[in-house]
């Protein structure tokens, strides 16, 4: 066939042997007013897709897709449309270049010194630069909506690290605020309207956390704090218009500088300062008022009274007011001075020194440092100067094309504003001296200039206006954005307590969310103290930046297929290196405060875990954990465990016949519940639902998806951490269903190897009897461990506590599962107030103190405490004591070769008088007439050697096992002993059918005849040779008299499980055993163990 487009036909040719058709069909033309519902059975053009009603055409996609852009166009107009420069560069610049770079910048470079100046600012730029290319790389994978940096961290790393991260990022925003608004007034106060301070202009130096200096950062912090609340309140509109206005204000701040320095190296600049000796002088301590700085050097002189008694008023360590210098110098020498040298070298100070290691004498008169320096706290102050990078991802929602806009408007300006600090800390370094750098709040001019005012060209009244303005707009901005990052975490309905900010006024203003920033903003004001708050906003700001690297590398190294950034300048390790520095920039500069944040996010983490609601927004961190699991398995495949390794990895099969029953299903609740209480050996738990009906049915597959999710649900009250499913079979193809679930269930070495069973307490309901039958059959088939729980009802849930003992029956050495199994119950505490109880099974022969002081060793070379008995059971049977078992291969109940060999030493006429037995109650009953007919033999004409099993019967031990009276009445044998004991047997057993021997001189011909015959057809059924039958009767009955006796009171009777039989005409004998070995036995735990060792003393 092939096709052929002809302008507005398209012709097919049909190619059918020898014939061709050509079939022309009308090109459809485009139907705005039709539906576009993309369903292929609409198209007749199409019909060989028909059968897919559920899934769209391509074109009908298209169209759907352009129909609800163009629906959209309404919202779009609301857009601003901005472009690379307006919307993203301008923007950061304007935000990264703050009130830290007018304030401090030129105090750094005269501590650090402008070697490691430039080299702690390396540091912090590099930060910022590695984590502008991984915001590039996320924010170019996909839509970005409102809320910036927590929509990109909440969709690629999860809800919970998405809201810490958030919640951390909007209270940066709002400590931000606080830190711009303490810098507004700094500025204002100290050298805009110095008279405006309360107290006056001497109390500039009481800046203690109760000084009177603070004081006045608090009043006019929250003076001014409720202004921008009121503009912020008004709207954003209002914001918007003020925006502007501070970017130009920075830029030609920013200007003026450059252009003070060029001026200053030109001419000879009349800015003078004072020094007595090599100490900087403050201004006012002799300066008059109302003198300006050109008048100065006037004044530095010791003709000076006012600074005369300054220096020799109360002043012990001067001899003589002679002795000492004072010179009157310029404060920018310019770039030819050669002072870049003198300012090379750091100079680290701590509070209260005016150089290093000398402190201020007279406080009212040198200028001395208020904070004790070194190079990691003065990055601290600093690196809120590099911040702001996140601003073009935070205005996504304005931008005509986000995916273009914010790579190349973020990156441009964040090496645009490296560069210009590098040349800022190369001016300032060259051109100031190095007292006068050191000055912080420029004291020493005309007592309170601003150093980098004093520098610009040509007025000081640029930088003020524009510091002040820049510090203003950036308050603002927070201030108005902050509210909008909150109401978008509350807006995702993650936290139930912040559905409250999710409201906004007529005018979409998120107000509540306003007022909590306000409450945040002013708190963090009370601090009063630039240099104090400034670390504060770093470690928010790290956390973030820390994990938008993080997003990056993760999705880098993980490749996963929904990981297509536009933006391809990027790289794995330069995201680790990004997300390695933001932690050393952390714990380098104020280790509490990383560890206080780290800590915050924990708790937030942990919190939306546990109360938060769950999103599904494909995150990150599930392709980290399955890549983590598929390497950690494909390491482990192949490899052999180690017993010490080795725990129980549960399967648990419920029966769920309908998820209505599910609440009424004690079992189920039960099963779980032991699953959670061995929790202790941290193995995995895969609970799977079983359910009868057709697997292409869909109502079979809505009521298994709702038995998997009560299943689930009940695990997740149980606290028991696994994997839950459900399995639809059908009708008789259960025994197919059970093995392949057996045999498939897991991924590579992560499979389970003990099967938990609850034992059948309807017996008569076939489905349940012979489904126990075929787990049980099945998993051990597979060389599972198998875990049967008899008295399911009475087992405890996790809200009780048991108390008594837990008795543990030991027979046979299988790995130790049975220790093992008893050790992780006893961890819980559901278990913990039992006390152990360990019996040991042995014959008549063992060395009972060598037997105890061998196990009290193991014992404690296994590092459990246990109360140890060594346990005679005299099973007699043919003269044949049960002997102890050294390895698993062995049954627990039998030795077979043994019995054998000791059969054999008998006589044919002792061999023939034994009992005959009848086993199976499925075997078809004898005729009437032959039992009718048949004679009994009296006790006494029984051989020696075969009354050894008649003795363990008579009426006086039946009067002894007075526990054995309501034994079920399908129990598989019964032993007339003479006819003073027959009514009383009956009476005893409430037996129907009669079992008897034959007279031995009569009938020793038909007993040998009868005895080949059946032997011949149990054999040909598949049935056991009756004197095994006989032996293991006999051996549940003596073993479950000697149980009842020691642990009738027990909390928990834990047992070996004899091996279940392989052939399936043997399974209803098995399931007899097991109800005379549990008579009863309240609450019994039995245990089949693989054979190998899960168990050992090593560490």
């Known amino acids: 066939m092939s096709i052929q487009p002809e302008n507005e036909k398209i ?90 770079m007018f304030l401090r910048l030129f105090w750094i470079v005269g501590i650090m010194g402008i070697g490691q100046c430039i080299a702690m600012t390396f540091l912090c730029t590099l930060c910022t630069f590695l984590t502008s290319i991984s915001l590039s790389a996320v924010a170019t994978n996909g839509v970005i909506e409102t809320g910036g940096i927590y929509f990109m961290i909440s969709r690629n790393l999860g809800s919970e690290f998405g809201t810490a991260i958030g919640l951390l990022f909007y209270l940066a925003n709002a400590c931000a605020c606080a830190m711009y608004i303490v810098a507004a007034v700094e500025i204002f106060l100290l050298h805009i309207a110095s008279s405006m301070i309360i107290g006056g202009q001497e109390i500039y130096n009481d800046t203690g956390l109760t000084g009177m200096m603070s004081n006045n950062y608090r009043i006019y912090g929250t003076i001014i704090l409720l202004f921008i609340f009121a503009v912020v309140a008004l709207g954003v509109r209002f914001v918007q218009y003020f925006a502007p206005i501070s970017l130009v204000c920075v830029l030609i701040s920013i200007l003026a500088i450059f252009a003070g320095v060029i001026e200053k190296s030109i001419t000879s600049s009349n800015h003078r300062v004072c020094y007595l000796d090599n100490l900087l002088l403050h201004a006012n301590a002799y300066l008059s008022i109302n003198t300006t700085n050109n008048d100065l050097c006037s004044y530095c002189n010791f003709d000076n009274p006012k600074l005369l008694n300054v220096i020799c008023r109360n002043n012990s360590s001067f001899d003589s007011c002679g002795n000492h210098t004072l010179t009157c110098e310029k404060a920018f ?109 420029g004291q020493s001019i005309n007592g309170s200039s601003m150093i980098v005012a004093e520098l610009a060209w040509p007025s000081s009244w640029i930088i003020m206006i524009g510091a002040f303005t820049s510090c203003f707009g950036a308050a603002l901005q927070c201030l108005c954005s902050a509210p909008r990052l909150l109401q978008s975490i509350a807006k995702d309905d993650i936290l139930p307590f912040l559905r409250s900010f999710q409201l906004l006024t007529r005018w979409n203003e998120p107000f509540r969310c306003q007022i909590l920033t306000m409450l945040i903003a002013e708190f963090t004001i009370l601090v009063a103290a630039l240099d104090r708050i400034a670390p504060i906003v770093d470690f928010f700001f790290l956390v973030c930046y820390a994990f938008i690297n993080l997003v990056c590398f993760l999705h880098s190294i993980l490749g996963a297929p929904n990981w297509r950034p536009r933006f391809k300048c990027y790289h794995w390790t330069l995201s680790l290196l990004g997300t390695l520095l933001c932690l050393f920039i952390m714990f380098s500069t104020h280790w509490i405060y990383a560890i206080i944040v780290t800590l915050l996010c924990g708790m937030i983490y942990k919190y939306v875990s546990w109360k938060g609601n769950k999103k599904e927004w494909g995150d990150g961190m599930t392709g980290l954990i399955l890549s983590t699991a598929q390497f950690s398995l494909s390491k482990l495949e192949g490899k052999q465990s180690h017993p010490k390794n080795w725990r129980p990895q549960l399967l648990l099969i419920a ?77 008789e193809q259960l025994e197919g269903a059970l093995s392949t679930l057996i045999q498939s269930c897991g991924i590579g070495p992560l499979r389970p190897n003990t099967l938990l069973i609850p034992y059948p307490e309807e017996l008569h309901a076939e489905s349940v009897y012979w489904c126990f039958l075929h787990r049980l059959q099945r998993g051990a088939m597979q060389d599972m461990c198998l875990l ?199 009476k005893k057993f409430k037996c129907e059918r009669k079992f008897t021997f034959s007279s031995l001189e009569s009938e020793v ?47 928990l009777v834990v047992l070996n499980l004899p091996e279940p039989p392989k052939k399936e005409s043997a399974l209803s004998n098995y399931m007899e055993y097991l109800n005379v070995l549990t008579h009863n036995l309240r609450r019994v735990l039995l245990i089949r163990g693989s054979g190998s060792e899960v168990i050992t003393k090593y560490s």
């Open 655 to 731: 029966n769920l016949p309908s998820a209505e029953n599910w609440r009424k299903n004690e079992t189920n609740r039960k099963l779980i519940s032991l699953a959670s209480q061995l929790k202790k050996g941290r193995g995995l738990t895969i609970a799977v639902a079983l359910h009868e009906g057709q697997p292409t049915s869909r109502n079979a597959k809505i009521i298994a998806a709702q038995m998997k999710k009560e299943l689930l649900e009940e695990m997740r009250i149980a606290k028991v951490h696994g994997f839950c499913s459900s399995l639809i079979y059908e009708s």
């Open 333 to 441: 020498p310019g770039i030819q001075s050669g002072v870049f040298l003198a300012n090379w070298g750091s100079h680290y100070m701590k509070e209260g020194e005016v150089t290093p290691k000398q402190y201020a004498t007279n406080k009212n008169l040198e200028i001395f440092q208020d904070i004790t320096t070194t190079f990691f706290v003065v990055m601290a102050i600093y690196f809120p100067s590099v911040t702001g990078i996140m601003t073009g991802a935070n205005m996504s929602g304005d931008l005509k094309d986000p995916q273009k806009s914010i790579p190349q408007g973020t990156i441009a300006a964040q090496l645009t504003t490296s560069i210009i600090y590098f040349f800022l800390i190369l001016s300032f370094g060259s051109t100031i001296t190095g007292p006068v750098l050191r000055d912080k709040y």
């Open 788 to 986: 049967v729980l008899k008295g399911i009802p009475y087992f405890p849930e996790n809200e009780y506590r048991m108390a008594g003992n837990v008795d543990m029956w030991w027979i046979l050495h299988d790995g130790g599962l049975l220790l093992l199994i008893s050790f992780l119950l006893k961890q819980h505490k559901v278990w913990r107030n039992c006390h152990l109880r360990i019996f040991v099974v042995v014959s008549h022969d063992d060395n009972k103190s060598q037997l105890q002081c061998d196990m009290e060793k193991f014992l404690y070379e296994m590092r459990i405490d246990a109360d140890l008995y060594a346990c005679f059971l005299f099973l007699i049977l043919l003269n044949i004591f049960l002997e102890e078992f050294a390895t698993p291969d062995i049954s627990a109940y039998e030795i077979q070769r043994s019995l054998q060999n000791d059969v054999s030493s008998l006589s044919r006429k002792k061999r023939s008088a034994m009992a005959q037995v009848i086993l199976d109650q499925n075997r078809k009953q004898r005729k009437s007439d032959e039992n009718e007919d048949e004679p009994e033999i009296p006790l006494d004409t029984i051989p020696v050697e075969s009354q050894m099993v008649v003795q363990e019967y008579t009426s006086e031990n039946l009067e002894n096992n007075s526990h054995l009276e309501q034994l079920p009445q399908f129990i598989p044998f019964r032993i007339v002993h003479s006819n003073n004991d027959i009514e009383k047997c009956r």
């Open 11 to 100: 012709t097919i040719w049909i190619d059918n042997g020898d014939k061709k058709a050509e079939l022309h069909t009308e090109t459809p033309c485009c139907d705005t007013n039709s539906t576009l519902d993309g369903s292929i059975a609409a198209a007749n053009e199409l019909s060989l897709y028909a059968g897919h009603k559920s899934i769209p055409l391509i074109t009908a996609f298209f169209k759907s897709f352009n129909v609800q852009n163009v629906n959209n166009n309404n919202d779009s107009r609301k857009k601003v449309n901005l472009g690379t420069i307006l919307g993203v560069y301008l923007p950061t610049v304007q935000h990264i270049f703050g009130a830290i």
């Open 1005 to 1051: 011909s038909n007993t040998i005849n009868r005895k080949r015959l059946i032997n011949s057809s149990n054999q040909q059924e598949g049935h056991l040779p009756e004197e095994r039958v006989i032996r293991e009767v006999h051996s549940a009955v003596r073993l479950n008299g000697k149980i009842f006796e020691k642990s009738s009171t027990s909390a």
